[in-house]
């Protein structure tokens, strides 16, 4: 099916519905950037699309890395004095810090505190606290419970493994017409967060799904990797891949009722700028457009200046600027099926208009062809009805000169990407355009 | 004759009514991108500057074009069902829909009104159509008179011929010491309309009148012709030429009291699109500077991708922002002396401009010349008195570094073009520029 | 030393007090273009720094000019009819025209007043006036002064020698690693005005004293020396030397309270202009950019076209535009320490960013280092503190890719250029950077 065929039949209600079941399903599952959870999580993704479960071994050099050890929970649980539970991973993953070490012991309260984590001004609210690159231990907790924890001796057990493993990511790749890729890349790292970043992961998912069914110009590769170390592992093992790459988006926070922000890749001006770009201001809404940083997600990686890919982040409220952040608050009601739905429309029409950008060249470019006779022209001058059809193909017709493609008819005239690229088919098959 | 003096002596008010007066003889003729009135237009034109006749028989091909038939008008009415007159071209050719067939039936009203054309929102004015391209036939009138109109049976009568003949246009060339030539380009295919677009051929007329007397760099060329098809034969007959235009501009709209609009050429950045923009500048008025849009007279043609020539627009309010466009009420009322006299100030500034733009070579550029013991500079060192010449001096011996041309010493002094060509005058003299 | 602990051990306070004593011992002395008084300032200079005094001979062409005869004033006053005397040399060195030639006569009012120069807005300060390159001769006085002048024969004494001799200058260079130089110049012409120019002239002369006592990259230059005439000859006999400029500011206007403006040099994007900028902005303080202009003081010649060198203009309120400019209210009192230490402050975070600014290369550019095991980034993930010093890391190793310079970077990333070169230091010492 052609892809314009599958945005016309697109329902964000309905995808949005079944993004948010997908991202309640996911949510109790405790991910990190190894062990278990992302194993159980890209099974789950596989059943809608055959993504391929990829591993790389604890140890093993990569860039200027080395995976780390894997890391898997049994349980972890402080006991108050009177040998009450307390904290519990077993009621929030966020509890436990991630890649915790193994402990077992009693210890006075006083010490116990060096190990917890809260947050004061958000009260009720466990804050989400990592430690991959050193040993250590820590529980994370709302400042309201800590603050009720009474003098004594607590019994700490954190009942981890970290040990050499693996490494896991998904990997799905579409291919195209032309080898040329597109990359989606979703973080698949972080825990009970449902924003951050089930929300990338449902749309990317998703959006697979839908390109999956579509007539493809270019090579789609969805990468859910752990964030960081999983790109700079892809990156170290897929350079020939990572050199095909001509647009790629990092998905994440696609969920809140926030609007859309884009941040650039770090080349500023790549298609996938543009296109980005183009489909925020033909959908009309509100959005911000912002310039790269070396700091965020996985883009941070792809952008980085060995690599330089044209990859950017398409984000509603982008990472830290909302309060529920990291934190027990960023759960599945936080997250909107409207929003989903929202955020996977707007993918799609990047994705069309990365398909059907092109620079075409207008094969009667002396004077103005007569579009009248060939039924593309009103015949009747001096009226003004119609005209913005009319417009937009002497728009293609006279900037179709082997330097503008789509993108650039569309941001010179002021035209959105749609009535451009449709007045290119009209002009093709009559044969004006090459 | 040097242009300095021309410009000196020209008297905005005199001219301005001459143009009148000639926009008021050519109102009442019929014309059309064919046919006699064209011929009798360019008559009456060329009693004051020796315009060229050329003709070129229809059904020759041009570009992706095909010249068209020829057409002309005999006599043109309907009647009522009691044989009263109720539409008749005799008093106003806009009655008549352009091109229209020859008819000569009676029908009933029902059929009548569905070759009717009005203005409902501006009941007493008579609407301007045209099918060029498309064999039909219709009448214009107010929307007034079309609900007056009763049922019952009506007698048409078009006395039209539309026959292979001539498309008929007109050219003066007022060659220079350069071969470069400098544009005019005017419509004159458009019936009982005033300021769209009489005013533009009495602006070129008298333009070329002016500058027939003075000393000429550039050689320059003065088109009148019919719209569209009129560019598109002139561009297929004469390749040569048009690749020797170096700067053109298409005269229109510019006997209205709105204030000026230059259109930049499809290059934007083209020598004519910085002498309008600073003319206007230096005029000192309230104008408007905009992109080149792939619609309007023959820029779009001499602007296709193919000739991409330096042509912009230079304009009062452009077609169809005033009410009155393309309707009886752009009668020649509606044009005033006044506006007319200072649009062909301002084509002669921006030929001024054309004229005088070069590259200078300071030939002093290490340090700055002493302009003292030459006389140019005061010299009582700490007094501020009459500065502003010296300081044209400066930035033009500044900037002569065989990058900048005059026009761009203005740009970035913020001097007006006079000043800063009177100093280049004075460097000359002083032999400090070459 | 370290110019880093130069600055970090700066105190405005005492180094303003400084300039303000050195502004007021050479307030007082009759300086010309040439002549006694320069020689006797620059002698006061060298006690600081050992300035080497230059000399070349009336009558010697440079570039276009000739260095003109020396003038000298013994005395110089005029006696009203009762033989009192109404203007004299002795009380202020405005009173007399500079380069006035020797007059000893008697004349009606009438007559004298034709070399009267007043200020009739202010009505109690003397004027500024010079007449270097047309032999006349006059007095300035205070209008006040003037309107009580009764008519009657006055005696007028001007007893100046104006004959063949030496134009001064003074010229210190402090040798770097580097052949590549940065040039300060200050004009050291004007007689009893203190903004204009010992304001400069102390700003100069004391980071040319600090600069010494540190580690140079760049090898630094001073110049004093007389406006226009000065820059020609140093221009002219130094060719090669010129040719090693890579960034330089002219130093004036330095000690009246206003906020500072840089005129950017004719080149516009030079590395000064970009120095001073963001010096500026680092600052935090009220300021102005002005592009280059080519009037002014010697920018005028170091910019001008013939060698276009990257040297702009450093100053609090720029010349003509404070009332006290060239009159003589511009005195010591007008002139604040507190106001010079902040300039001498401001033209050593120049100096800093000249010596520090450079182009690195990421040695780990694809992907980012791992900073953590390099104990440079915090250790446990999601937590926001401390951040800064890590986003300047990043934000250097990201754009340290061969084409931005440090200087690129702090715009780039918004960070102060102290910040990023911190980094670039910790960057390199753990062999990051190259």
Redesign the interface.
Known sequence: MRLEEIIAGFDPRTAGAEMHALVRELFPICRSITGDGVRRTLEILSRRQPIEIREIASGTPV???TVPPEWNVREAWVRDPNGDLVIDFRSSNLHL??YSVPVRRRMPLAELRRHLHTLPDRPDWI????????E?WGFCLSHRRLESLREGEYEVVIDTTLAPGKLTWGELVLPGELEDEVLISAHVCHPSLANDNLSGVAVALFLADLLAGAERRHTFRFLFIPG?IG??VW??TNPEAAGRVRAGLVAANLGDPGAFTYKRS?LGEATVDRAAARALADAGAEHALEDF???GYDE??Y??????LPVGSLTRTPW?RYPQY?TSADDPDFVRPEALGGSLGLYLEVARILERNRRFL?L???????L??RGLYG??????EGRERE?AL??V?????GEHDLLAIAER?GLSFAQVSAAADRLLEAGLLQ
Request: hydrophobic letters at 25%.
């Open positions: 860039l200027d890395w810090v991630g804050p989400y606290r990592t430690s991959y690159y050193k250590t960081t790109s700079i990156l170290a770090r940083v070396p700091f941070r990686q952008c980085s200046p060995g690599f330089n830290g990291h207008n009667e470019p002396r004077g103005e062809p007569q009248g006779r015949s009747l001058g001096g009226r003004e417009l002497l728009w017709l006279n900037l179709s000169d005239s």
